[in-house]
RNA sequence: GCAGCCGUAGCUCAAUUGGAUAGAGCAUCUGACUACGGAUCAGAAGGUUAGGGGUUCGACUCCCUUCGGCUGCACCA
């Protein structure tokens, strides 16, 4: 089903192409302002530039050949040239009816699929994950769900931290003071505690230092017991990590971490010097960008002068593994800001060595304490998730004990948690990827404003309708569209369609989590003005279905952002 | 020093990528209602979009410049 705006704009195409326009763009925008109708052309404006006219000129001889009948009241001309549309209510309650019996909601997949690999959350392995994971891992977790709800291919994979330097001192300590039953209970505790022992000692003792590194070599060369330690530390960290992407229900097609491309990097080396892509300087083998002038001095190294690999090595081998292996049409990476010239580097590179996929680096800032500062601890440590996301659930199990005391502790307890994970998840996809951003519980948790409880809480409302409804629900029924409430809902609702794509566009999330706060917004106004259960007839049906829809477009919007929806809350 | 990102109401954020009088929420003030879940709704007030210049019918958006903040810049990841 065609939405609204590819309806006018295919309209709009005719009437340009029949006006002999056909070089102007045929695109329709939603109205700016309510008072100017539903949607807008500026094509008018665009061209009286081009061919120094004037646009109400333009816009008149376009309006001569636009036919809308049935969908529009004929067209106007305003402003500098603007061209107004106001929908119809046969057309949208037509429209709308479309959508009831419609699971995705008026939004056809994707003409052209992609395959896209989306590399997002990669925590590192014998460190617990913190704050600073929150927005690699729901945001890049949020695309995936909407590229595939969409109709693209996605493979996510997370790209952990599972080899590096800090593994001397890990294998070092375990060695000398581990902990078994502190192991079992708590494994990433246990093996930060091994790390920072390990690192004071070295601060004093030199002997320490250099047995230290020299378990790092033995591991690198395969020695069987490092081996066998640096697995075991894996799978216990991947254990505890499994246990928050299970509460956050987020999953993963992959789990190829940087140990998955040791063998592939030296390799990868020759074949790039071979090929005379890298060249050695200072005793480095690095890849320089001379043609390129923001990194013209900035060159990459890939191997390091002792003959040991850098995680630009590891990246380049990634990229190499992913295009051999799916030949994607994008690759997608959701990292922090701080990470942008290694990514260009990494890019560039591939370029140089044939990659044609779109490369993205999907850049976000950080998460702030209410200070404005990065967000830390009082002992200056990173947040940890799982403290965030504990207490999010908490605080969530007290607003509803306070609301509701008498549902089941069971069931509040789900409540508690669709609502505490709900409102941090939403929180990070709410706003703008690239600005840092303010962590407040007050504020996520409020039920007012822009929040996610403020949106379950919409859909719980009209559950609720449900829940008292007798004699039964026809879907069928057709959608009438009496008062300007209704008429505002059901435009709101037909607009999910041509919403949800936008993300994609700049992967911005949070113009879908704007649309659902709007429609939620909408539906109140709606919910106020139009009694449903009290209305009689054809107008009780017709709203029902508006509900429905309503709510089917809340969950269904949320479920793509990674949130659920509760019946009560 | 060079480069990148950012600067919007008292606070937290939008602005569909160059469109009309820059929009929401919180907080503040005024109203509605023993309520289909009031965890609501209607309204008021709040702005030189950091400052200055430029491009054009039109600029928060593009260009130049100043100021301020964050980040990165050859063998950590």
């Known amino acids: 089903m065609a939405t609204l705006r590819e309806i006018l704009a295919e309209r709009l195409a005719h009437a340009l192409a029949a006006a002999g326009f056909s070089d102007a763009p045929a695109e329709i925008a939603p109205a700016s302002d309510a008072r100017f109708g539903d949607y807008q052309a500026n094509a008018a404006m665009i061209l009286a530039k081009k061919n120094r006219a004037n646009p ?34 046969g057309f949208l309650a037509r429209q709308a009816g479309h959508l009831a019996s419609d699971d995705r909601l008026g939004r056809t997949p994707a003409a052209q699929p992609q395959r896209i690999i989306l590399d997002f959350s990669a925590p590192n392995v014998a460190k617990p994950m913190h704050v600073g994971h929150i927005r690699s891992t729901i945001l890049g977790d949020s695309l995936a769900r909407i590229a595939r709800f969409l109709g693209h291919e996605v493979i996510s994979d997370n790209h952990i931290g599972d080899w590096g330097t800090q593994f001397g001192k890990v294998i070092y300590g375990w060695k000398h003071f581990l902990n078994p039953e502190a192991l ?64 956050l229900d987020i999953h993963f097609d992959e789990r190829l971490g940087e140990s998955f ?69 994008a690759i997608w990476y959701v990292v922090g800001a701080p990470q ?29 304490g209410e200070d404005r500062k990065i967000m830390r601890t009082r002992s200056g440590e990173n947040v940890g998730l799982a403290e965030v996301l504990r207490e999010a659930i908490e605080r969530a199990r007290v607003l509803v004990t306070e609301k509701n005391p008498d549902l089941p502790a069971e069931e509040r307890e789900e409540i508690a948690r669709i609502i505490g994970l709900g409102a941090v998840k939403y929180a990070e996809l709410s706003q703008n990827r690239l600005t840092d951003y303010v962590f407040s519980w007050d504020k996520m948790l409020s039920f007012q404003g822009n929040t996610a409880p403020y ?115």
Request: hydrophobic share 45%.
């Open 261 to 329: 491309y040791n063998s592939a990097l030296g390799p990868l080396c020759e074949k790039l010097a071979a090929a005379g892509l890298a060249e050695v300087s200072e005793g480095a083998l690095c890849l320089f960008f001379r043609d390129i002038p923001a990194l013209a001095d900035k060159p990459a190294i890939i191997r390091k002068s002792d003959g040991g690999f850098l995680y630009a090595t590891t990246d380049l081998a990634t990229i190499e593994h992913r295009v051999q292996r799916w030949d994607p049409s």
């Open 56 to 89: 109400r000129q333009i816009a008149s001889e376009i309006i001569q050949h636009l036919d809308v009948a049935g969908i529009s009241d004929p067209p106007e001309i305003a402003g500098a040239g603007f061209i107004n549309f106001r929908l119809r209510p």
């Open 340 to 368: 942008a010239l290694h990514f260009q580097q990494i890019f560039a590179a591939a370029r140089k060595m044939g990659v044609t996929a779109d490369l993205r680096h999907i850049v976000f800032g950080s998460i702030l």
């Open 184 to 247: 079992e209970t708590d494994a990433i505790g246990e093996l930060v505690r091994l790390y920072r022992e390990v690192n004071a000692l070295e601060a004093t003792d030199e002997t320490v230092k250099k047995t230290a590194r020299e378990e790092l070599v033995k591991l690198q060369q395969g020695d069987p017991e490092n081996h066998a330690i640096w697995l075991r530390a894996v799978e216990l960290s991947w254990r505890e990590f499994q246990k928050l992407y299970d509460l």
């Open 455 to 569: 949106l379950q809480n919409a859909y719980v409302r009209i559950r609720s309708i449900f829940r008292k409804l007798e004699g039964g629900f026809d879907g069928k029924a057709p959608v009438q569209i009496e008062s300007p409430a209704e008429r505002a809902l059901a435009v709101k609702l037909l607009q999910f369609a041509e919403t949800v794509p936008l993300v994609l566009e700049d992967f911005r999330p949070n113009l879908l989590a704007n649309y659902l706060y709007e429609l939620a917004d909408t539906f109140h106004g709606f919910y106020e003005a139009c009694p449903v259960l009290k209305s009689e007839g054809a107008t009780r049906a017709s709203r029902l279905v508006l509900c429905d829809i309503t709510a089917r477009t809340l969950s269904k919007g949320l479920g793509l952002l990674g949130i659920r929806c509760p019946e009560k809350m």
